[in-house]
């Protein structure tokens, strides 16, 4: 991952986005600080993931919300 300056961001603008057309990742720093990435836009239609695609895959069990044993409790909560 590339990282440049804002005056290197301003001056190589085109450049800098033929790099993210490609996939690439730049961050834009100011005085050494990262302050921006950027990333190559990715609409909603060539998304790599669709929400709710596993759906039916995992069936959250009826016990999901009780409490927990009180050892797993108590490793949690630094207990011996």
Known sequence: ???????????????????VELGEEIIISNRG???????????SSNRLSTLGQDKGLFVVPED??????ED???????ED
Not at 64 to 69: I, M, S, V
């Open 1 to 19: 991952m590339e990282t440049v300056n804002i005056h290197q961001a301003k001056t190589n603008l085109s450049r800098l986005l033929s790099h």
């Open 33 to 43: 600080v990262p302050v921006a990435k950027l990333v190559p836009y990715r609409s």
């Open 64 to 69: 999901f919300d009780a409490p927990l044993p």
């Open 72 to 78: 797993i409790l108590a490793a949690f909560e630094g």
